[in-house]
C-alpha cells in the first residue's frame, strides 16, 4: 500500500503535525521512498483495510492524505530511476517474518 500526502506547514503547529504523522507512519512500519510518499507490504485486503483504519485514526487536522491499494505484481513492475540511471526492479519478500 502506498500513502501520499500533501500537508501544510507554513506555522510551527502544522509542521508538528506533519512530522508525527510521518513518524506514525514509521512507527506502523511503513517506509519513506520520500518525504510525502511512504509504503508498506500487507497481505490481503484485511490487511490493507486494518492499515487504512489506522491511518485514517491518525490524520492531522489539515491537508490531504491518499491512500493506493496495488498488487505484488503492479509493486515489482514500478519503474524506478535514481541519480539518472535506471535501479532494478523491487522484488516482494516471498513470505512476512512474525518476530
Known sequence: MLVTFDLPVDTKKHRSDATKFRQFLLDEG??????SNYLRL?????QFDTYTRRVG?????RGDVYI??????????IIRFSDQS???RR???EQIALF
Do not use: A, C
Open 68 to 77: 493506493f491499494q496495488f498488487t505484488d505484481r503492479q509493486y515489482e513492475n
Open 42 to 46: 500487507v497481505n490481503g485486503q484485511e
Open 91 to 93: 522484488k516482494n519478500p
Open 86 to 88: 535506471r535501479r532494478k
Open 57 to 61: 485514526s491518525n490524520l492531522p487536522d
Open 30 to 35: 511503513f517506509e519513506m521512498s520520500q518525504l
